[in-house]
C-alpha cells in the first residue's frame, strides 16, 4: 500500500491550497480515508474522513473551510483548504484504515494504526 501527498507549500492567511494523496495498491472505491495534520511539538489532529459513498465530516475547526473529496477514476483523494490561517500550519497526511472493513465503526484518520503517507507541509503567513 502506498499513500503519496503533494501540493502542500506556503500561502499567506485567507489563501487557499490543494493537497491530493495518490493511492496504490489498495481497494480504493471500496474504502473510506481521511487527512490528518501534526505541527511541531503537538499531537496529530484528525481534519476529516471521506467514505466510500463520497459523505464527509470533519474536525470543528475547519468545518467550512476544508473539502475532502475523491475521483476513484484515479484512485486519488484530494484535500481543499480555503481561508487558510497560521494556525492551520502543519505536515499533512493521507491515511487509510488497514482494512477497509474499520470504515463502518468509529475509525479516525489520526489513528497510529492506519497506513499513511509521508506528509505534505502547509505553512501559512499571517
Known amino acids: 500500500v502506498q499513500l503519496v501527498e503533494s501540493g502542500g507549500g506556503s500561502v499567506q492567511f485567507g489563501g487557499s491550497l490543494r493537497v491530493s494523496c495518490a493511492v496504490s495498491?489498495?481497494?480504493?472505491?471500496?474504502?473510506?480515508f481521511g487527512w490528518f495534520r501534526q505541527a511541531p511539538g503537538k499531537e496529530r489532529e484528525g481534519v476529516g474522513r471521506i467514505d466510500s459513498d463520497g459523505s464527509t465530516n470533519y474536525t470543528d475547526s475547519v468545518k467550512g473551510r476544508f473539502t475532502i473529496s475523491r475521483d476513484n477514476s484515479k484512485n486519488t483523494v484530494y484535500l481543499q483548504m480555503n481561508s487558510l490561517k497560521p494556525e492551520d500550519t502543519a505536515m499533512y497526511y493521507c491515511?487509510?484504515?488497514?482494512?477497509?472493513?474499520?470504515?463502518?465503526?468509529?475509525?479516525?484518520?489520526?489513528?497510529?494504526?492506519?497506513?499513511w503517507g509521508k506528509g505534505t507541509q502547509v505553512t501559512v503567513s499571517s
Open positions: 495498491g489498495y481497494r480504493f472505491s471500496d474504502s473510506c
Open positions: 491515511a487509510a484504515p488497514v482494512a477497509s472493513y474499520l470504515c463502518s465503526g468509529s475509525w479516525s484518520p489520526s489513528q497510529i494504526t492506519n497506513f
